[in-house]
């Protein structure tokens, strides 16, 4: 059993800046890769940023150069500072988390509960 668990949502105005983080624990042997979805009412829940085991990055146009993601291994962390914010970001923003398990060496995909982040103008 893996769970993931976000912080660090809440409200802002346009042109700040916030700082998720989202934490793993559970029956881990490995993680493969980390990565945070959002979804903004009534639209599909996008991938904003991801980084795999081996470092590599990926981010969403929308998103390039103003969202950085980071991971902490050993911590079993992902974070995603968010700059130069818009209204536009405003959604709930999920952690996921491919995820090898203890018990099989299988890999799984998890999901945490979700932040609310607010853009105001």
């Known amino acids: 059993q893996v769970q993931l668990v976000e912080s660090g949502g809440g409200l802002v105005q346009a042109g700040g800046s916030l700082r998720l983080s989202c934490a793993a624990s559970?029956?881990?042997?490995?993680?493969?890769?980390m990565g945070w979805y959002r979804q903004a009412p009534g639209k599909q829940r996008e991938l904003i940023a991801a980084?795999?085991?081996?470092?590599?990055?990926n981010y969403a146009d929308s998103v390039k150069g103003r969202f950085t993601i980071s991971r902490d291994n050993a911590k079993n962390t992902v974070d995603l500072q968010m700059n130069s914010l818009k209204p536009e970001d405003t959604a709930v923003y999920y952690c996921?988390?491919?995820?090898?398990?203890?018990?099989?060496?299988?890999?799984?995909?998890?999901w945490g509960q979700g932040t609310q982040v607010t853009v105001s103008s």
């Open positions: 980084i795999i085991s081996g470092g590599s990055t």
């Open positions: 559970g029956s881990i042997a490995s993680i493969h890769a």
């Open positions: 996921n988390a491919k995820v090898v398990v203890v018990t099989t060496l299988s890999m799984y995909d998890y």
